[in-house]
C-alpha cells in the first residue's frame, strides 16, 4: 500500500488512515474559532472537494454545526495520534502561507487529498503484460507539461495518468518557467497504479511568473508499440489539477492552461 512519512514528525501515512488525519486537520481548525469554508481550504490545504465532503460527513455525525456559513466544532469526535502528531508537526509550517515548499506540498497534498479510488483501464488482449513479470521496454518518448497565457502563477499541481500495462515513468525534471528544482518540485507515481503526480512551488514573498512555459518534462518507457499517450486529468485518486497565484488563490480554469505534448 503507498505510503509517504511526514518530514517533520516522521508519522507514516497511507490510505487506510488518511480519512482520520483529514479529520483531525478539520477538527484543529474549528475547536480555535468557527470558520468559513473558504478559510478552512487555506487552514487546511486540503483540496476543495475533499474538504467538502470531510464537512459532509463530519456534520451529519454531529461532529460539526454550520450556521451562517461559518463551521463549528461541537467536540464530539476522538482522534488517534497518527492523526493529531502529523497537524502539530507540520502546524509551524501552517502559521506562514508563504512556506510553500515542495516537500510541504508532498505533505500536504499527498497526505491530505487522497481518499482513494483507481481508474480503470481497458486494456486489449495485445497489451496484456502478464503479473509479475517485468516487462521488456521497447523504447521510450519525452513528454512536455507546459503552461500558457498564464498570470502570478506561484503553486501548481497536475495529475498526468498513463496506461501502466503499456509504459512506467522513469523520470520527471522540472522545466525552465519555474527555476525550481527539489524541495520546490517534487513528482511521484506511489499514489495510485498509472498516476504520475507533479507539483511545483516557489518560495517567500514573490511575484508569481506570468506567460508561457514548461513546467516539467517526463520520460516514458513503452512496452508495447500501439500505445495510448499519458494525458492530463483534472482529478484522479482524490487528486486535483490546479494552479495558485502569489495570494495561494486558485487560478479559475487553470487546467486549461495546461498542455501534455510529446516532444521527442
Keep these: 500500500m503507498p505510503q509517504i512519512t511526514c ?6 501515512i497511507n490510505l487506510e488512515n488518511r480519512r482520520e488525519v483529514d479529520f483531525t486537520l478539520i477538527r484543529e481548525a474549528t475547536d480555535r474559532h468557527p470558520r468559513t469554508f473558504t478559510e478552512l481550504v487555506h487552514t487546511t490545504k486540503l483540496s476543495r472537494k475533499t474538504l467538502n465532503l470531510r464537512l459532509k460527513k463530519l456534520c451529519a455525525d454531529g461532529v460539526l454545526t454550520k450556521e451562517k456559513g461559518m463551521y ?6 476522538e482522534y488517534g495520534n497518527n492523526g493529531g502528531h502529523l497537524v502539530k508537526g507540520l502546524s509551524r509550517m501552517f502559521d506562514d502561507k508563504r512556506v510553500r515548499t515542495g516537500l510541504m506540498l508532498v505533505a500536504l497534498l499527498t497526505c491530505f487529498s487522497v481518499s482513494g479510488y483507481v481508474l480503470a483501464m481497458i486494456i486489449a488482449p495485445t497489451t496484456y503484460v502478464p503479473p509479475n513479470v517485468e516487462p521488456k521496454a521497447l523504447g521510450s518518448f519525452t513528454m512536455a507539461l507546459d ?3 498564464v498570470e502570478d502563477l506561484y503553486g501548481w499541481q497536475a495529475v498526468i495518468v498513463f496506461n501502466p ?16 528544482e527539489f524541495p520546490c518540485f517534487v ?3 506511489d499514489t495510485s497504479d498509472g498516476l504520475l503526480l507533479l ?3 516557489l518560495e517567500g514573498n514573490v511575484q508569481g511568473k506570468t506567460g508561457n512555459g514548461t513546467l516539467a518534462t517526463i520520460v516514458f518507457e513503452y512496452y508495447v508499440n500501439s500505445y495510448e499517450l499519458p494525458s492530463i486529468a ?12 502569489s495570494s495561494l488563490t486558485e487560478i479559475p480554469g487553470g487546467q486549461t492552461l495546461l498542455t501534455l505534448s510529446r516532444v521527442s
Design 147 to 149: 503552461v500558457n497565457n
Design 199 to 201: 507539483c511545483g512551488t
Design 7 to 12: 518530514p517533520n514528525c516522521g508519522t507514516t
Design 165 to 180: 500495462r503499456q509504459m512506467k515513468v522513469v523520470e520527471a525534471k522540472p522545466g525552465d518557467f519555474m527555476q525550481a
Design 72 to 77: 463549528k466544532s461541537n467536540g464530539k469526535l
Design 187 to 189: 513528482n511521484s507515481t
Design 234 to 245: 483534472s482529478q484522479k485518486a482524490g487528486f486535483d489539477t490546479w494552479l495558485e497565484d
